[in-house]
């Protein structure tokens, strides 16, 4: 293989590598307030591309993707108020199995009110045949602005959660709820915002991806698994990992492609998750008490 | 004179009731039950979904024009969700309990399968809207379906190929049913038809970016790339080659049926080239074409009353309908086995997919003439002119 | 026979399997008996699910995966067609044992495949085998890394039976043979032998819940529930947590696949839409409905449930009705909705603190 072709294959896993951290980031938000894995994550993301397609039709598309960012933003709080808030006896498994229900609520609802047909949102600059070239290799443009914002996002989110009083009364909720509530946080408060921070972040993911990846409604369960997969190969909780794991585990892909089956590339990530939550569930990145820690 | 009278009036008032009832009876005629069973939910939607919307539309306009034979056809839809078990289960109803007469679909392989030894045994007339080949190979005697032959389609992918000089491909395909036997039939008729085939892979059919597997195609110096797939990757593919620059020609299935994948592949859709029944191009037919004005009437009705483009993955449903009424035409019964025969002898039938021309070793009925090589220009669907 | 009284419930359901029978019979409705049977082997895979879930504390989010290994095994088992084979040496050894059987296929031809019996075998072993290989690491994990471990096996499996040219990819396998139990008995589909696979059908699954009540009985039952409630507790008293959580996780693996086993073989075929994501989570819709540690709610739900899917009485809103399902009981009935106190004197539970 010649240096453009290895480019390019490099190219390849950055593309799908910065889709997989950007979906983790989100799931990395909730975890972190609450210590629950949200399978429904994958849906904030459609949700909010739909939306902003369905805006688009109006309004220009930096305003359509704000509207949609808001709303989602409301739709997760609502999820939480009105879900995650009334189970009783909240155990972390429970909780992991309400999130299942309403991911596959919100699929079928995305279903009948939008349909299943395949859209996307217009590229952010130029158009589906826009190319950048980079040592001898092209990538799409689109691309760029995905690990842009997930770059963006996770320089935000770093400093919120180690500096802000928000952001640390919402770490203290997942490591031991009852005395940061003896502290005077709010912690049911804190659980709202961090769902609806995580819907929040995911609609605009979702809405930056969708001219990669296009949307469809049942695209949610997929994105969901890859995601965790990353997150969880970086260590939960961890954004910046995430996107190092999401970028890694990308290229991994890339590279089982250019030897093998492409078939095989599916195979790849989810025994890359078995190994990591047999060996070391903690992660690449995270620290091994942690993990025991926050295991119940 | 009064009692004369009376008869005369008592005559007359029976022979009214005798009337009144034998036009009542003409009325209650007992409707003809179809069964159908269609992906509506799941996997397959998008096809089961315009087969349903379809199958519903062409029922209702038989019976407002008096249904067939003088009875009305009653259709009974049900929903496998794309799951072979479903339809299993679906199918023994239909057959047991509804007791109707045939079957149109699924919309699967992997469902008419399922289901094609169930419908054989118990003698139920089976018309699939799905597309493998298995079905009507080796034949069983109630068992047909609508959609073209893949290795037709294939066949006049070649014809072009050879035409514009092309001698090694890249083929990749989704890894679903349509996509694993679009790439068996590639596989097979290449040879024949002088074409290399350098590279064939299978990607997730729900793959987000498809740059990684083309990458290695364009690592072979293809001279063009054949897609074998429904959406979503249909449109990406356009996208994804343009973007990494593996500027040659794109074939694509006749999956590739639908004005929307077009406007979701944007410019880089346009030079895709592909065969296709001819609803997409129906306008722009020649008039002595047999086939258009059912296209058109077809088209306009579906677009008028869904307020969506019609795509030929409903046309496969239409079809069998009109095959299945026009065997109860001919057979003028509805005993199984007479319908079943009079399918069997059906000539010249004019569908949305082609000309059906039936036989008892030919339970598809359809050529190489069924598909029309069509292409995109400006993100509308022409013929195509070498 | 002192503890007669927990099997009560099994002769009244038999006795109810046997009055439905008599009734769907006398008025020409056997056709119920379709469904009624399907659902009895899915129900099968919710049985294993329930030992696990409510009495080994563990989830399952994967467990269709073991229902698709005991299907796909036999499937491709008795439908590869050794006929070009015969003369090599390990398919001769196989004809010498017996385990091959020669049949005409439904298009005439003649095939040289497993017969049922031995691919039974062979498909148990294999679940025994895999059930174990993944068992050891995994059941260690906790909470919500197990419930990821046990996703990821289910997506391998669905990954390699949808890869695999073997398992027939994405159409799945067709032309299953039916399942001769023993000469005059077996499980086929066709509608002459309604009658005979519906009392096959609920004969397994009685035999299934017989099999898991004398295990909630026994030592190894009261050392699950002990674990359920205070798992450190039981490990300081000397329990041995691991081996038992193990030991669950395999026979609930086992139940899954007799589950698949006999239901490709009443269905002629199978496919990997058995095995996705979604299968797996409809079959913790239904332990966590019936109740997490109760084997006759999980049963009845299960049989109930699945009956109505597969009528399609659902329509297109199959999912979302098992969602919403799942919803409301996770909300308002976490116990599960037959919780009654009848019903928890025939399991036997004890008193949960917080239940």
Same mark, same amino acid.
């Given at each position: ?168 009364? &919402? ?47 049942? &695209? ?77 | ?62 019976? #407002? ?31 047991? +309990? ?63 190929? #050879? ?136 088209? #306009?009705?579906? +677009? ?42 059906? #000539? ?39 | ?225 002990? !674990? ?41 075929? !199978? ?85």
């Amino acid at each position: 293989m010649n240096l453009p072709q290895v480019v390019q294959y490099c190219f390849a896993g950055v593309t799908v590598g910065s889709i997989y951290a950007i979906v983790a980031i989100g799931f990395n938000i909730i975890y972190n307030t609450t210590g629950i894995i949200n399978f429904a994550q994958g849906e904030f993301l459609i949700v909010g591309a739909m939306l902003a397609i369905s805006f688009n039709h109006f309004v220009p598309l930096p305003v359509a993707i704000f509207l949609a960012v808001v709303v989602t933003t409301i739709i997760g709080g609502l999820v939480e108020i009105v879900f995650i808030r009334q189970v009783r006896n909240a155990s972390v498994l429970r909780l992991i199995v309400i999130t299942i229900g309403i991911s596959i609520l919100m699929r079928e609802a995305m279903l009948h009110i939008w349909d299943e047909k395949v859209r996307s949102l217009p590229y952010f600059t130029g158009t589906g045949v826009s190319t950048v070239t980079i040592l001898g290799a092209h990538i799409s443009p689109q691309v760029l602005w995905v690990l842009g914002v997930s770059t963006i996002i996770v320089m935000g989110l770093t400093p919120f959660f180690r500096f802000t009083l928000t952001g640390r009364a &919402m770490r203290a909720c997942a490591d031991d709820r009852m005395a940061a509530r003896l502290c005077g946080i709010n912690d049911r408060w804190m659980v709202t915002l961090s769902f609806m921070l995580s819907a929040g972040i995911g609609a605009l993911a979702g809405c930056v991806i969708s001219p990669v990846t296009q949307t469809q409604y049942d &695209m949610g369960a997929s994105l969901a698994i890859k995601g965790f997969t990353v997150a969880i190969l970086g260590g939960l909780g961890n954004s910046m990992a995430a996107v190092a794991a999401g970028l890694m585990l990308g290229l991994i892909e890339a590279l089982v492609m250019s030897q093998f089956d492409v078939a095989y590339k599916e195979a790849v990530s989810i025994v890359i998750l078995l190994l990591i939550l047999v060996f070391r569930p903690s992660g690449l990145f995270g620290k091994r008490e942690i993990a025991a820690m926050r295991a119940l | 004179m009064g009692k004369q009278l009376a008869k005369v009036v008592g005559i007359l008032i029976v022979a009214l009731a005798l009337c009144v009832s034998v036009v009542a009876k003409a009325a209650d005629a007992p409707a003809i039950k179809v069964g159908a069973i269609f992906a509506v939910t799941g996997g397959a939607a998008n096809l089961g979904g315009p087969e349903k919307k379809t199958a519903e539309m062409l029922v209702e306009k038989i019976n #407002k024009e008096g249904g067939v034979n003088g009875q009305k056809i009653e259709l009974i839809v049900k929903d496998s969700g794309t799951k072979p078990e479903n339809a299993i289960s679906m199918a023994k109803q239909l057959i047991e +309990e509804d007791k109707v007469l045939a079957i149109i679909g699924p919309s699967t392989s992997g469902e008419t399968m399922a289901i094609k030894n169930i419908c054989q045994e118990s003698k139920t007339i089976l018309i699939s809207c799905a597309a493998a080949e298995d079905i009507v190979n080796p034949v069983a005697s109630y068992v047909f379906k609508t959609p073209q032959k893949d290795s037709d389609a294939v066949r006049r992918i070649f014809q072009v190929m #050879k035409a514009k000089g092309i001698t090694k491909i890249g083929v990749i395909t989704s890894n679903d049913g349509f996509g694993m036997a679009g790439g068996k039939q590639l596989a097979n008729l290449a040879n024949l038809a002088g074409i290399t085939i350098a590279i064939s892979e299978a990607y997730d059919k729900q793959e987000t970016d498809l740059t990684g597997v083309l990458t290695k195609v364009k690592g072979q110096d293809v001279n063009a790339v054949v897609n074998w797939s429904i959406v979503p990757a249909q449109s990406l593919v356009a996208k994804n080659m343009k973007q990494i620059g593996l500027n040659v020609p794109l074939f694509q299935s006749h999956g590739f049926g639908n004005i929307k994948y077009v406007q979701e592949g944007g410019e880089a859709a346009n030079g895709t080239i592909f065969p296709c029944g001819r609803l997409l191009i129906a306008e722009i037919l020649p008039d002595n074409n047999p086939q258009k004005k059912l296209l058109l009437g077809y088209k #306009k009705d579906y +677009e008028s009353q869904y307020k969506e483009d019609a795509s030929t993955f409903g046309g496969h449903a239409y079809d069998a309908l009109l095959i299945l009424v026009e065997g109860i035409k001919k057979a003028k019964s509805t005993d199984k086995e007479k319908v079943r025969e009079a399918i069997e002898n059906i #000539k010249g039938l004019v569908g949305t997919a082609g000309i059906f021309n039936f036989s008892s070793q030919d339970h598809n009925g359809l050529g190489m003439d069924a598909f029309e090589m069509l292409t995109v220009k400006d993100g509308k669907f022409v013929i195509y002119k070498n | 026979m002192t503890h007669f009284r927990r099997y009560i419930p099994v002769i009244a359901v038999a006795i109810g399997v046997i009055i439905l029978q008599v009734v769907l019979s006398g008025t020409r409705s056997t056709y119920y008996m379709t469904q009624i049977t399907m659902s009895a082997y899915y129900a099968l895979v919710v049985i294993g699910l329930c030992l696990l879930m409510g009495y080994a504390g563990q989830i399952s989010l994967g467990h269709a995966g073991f229902f698709a290994i005991g299907g796909y095994t036999t499937a491709v088992l008795t439908t590869f067609n050794l006929m070009a084979y015969r003369d090599t040496p390990l398919v001769s050894l196989c004809r010498s044992l017996g385990v091959l059987v020669q049949r005409q296929d439904i298009y005439g031809a003649d095939i040289l495949a497993f017969s049922p019996w031995p691919a039974f075998v062979v498909a148990i072993l294999l679940t025994v085998i895999i059930a174990f290989m993944i068992g050891l690491p995994v059941i260690r994990l906790k909470g919500h890394y197990m419930a990821m471990a046990s996703l990821g096996f289910g997506l391998i499996i669905y990954r390699i039976v949808l890869g695999g040219r073997i398992f027939g990819q994405a159409d799945g396998v067709s032309n299953v043979p039916p399942f001769t139990i023993i000469a005059g008995l077996e499980v086929n589909g066709r509608a002459a032998f309604r009658i005979e696979s519906y009392y096959i059908a609920w004969f397994v699954v009685l035999a299934a819940m017989v099999l898991a009540i004398n295990l909630v009985h026994s030592r190894v039952g009261r050392a699950l529930r002990s !674990i359920h409630e205070n798992e450190e507790a039981a490990h300081s008293l000397g329990v041995n947590t691991y081996c038992y959580k193990l030991l669950v996780f395999v026979l609930s693996a086992i139940f899954a696949a007799v589950g698949g086993i006999l239901l490709t073989h009443y269905n002629g075929s !199978i496919g990997p839409s058995e095995v996705t994501v979604m299968k797996s989570v409809r079959y913790l819709v239904i332990v966590a409905v019936g109740g997490m540690a109760n084997l006759w709610g999980a049963l009845f739900m299960g049989v109930l449930l699945n009956f109505l899917s597969l009528r399609g009485v659902f329509g297109s809103y199959d999912d979302a009705v098992f969602a919403i399902i799942l919803i409301a009981i996770m909300l308002f009935a976490p116990q599960g909705l037959l919780r009654l106190p009848k019903f928890r004197k025939v399991t036997s539970s004890p008193r949960r603190a917080n239940g």
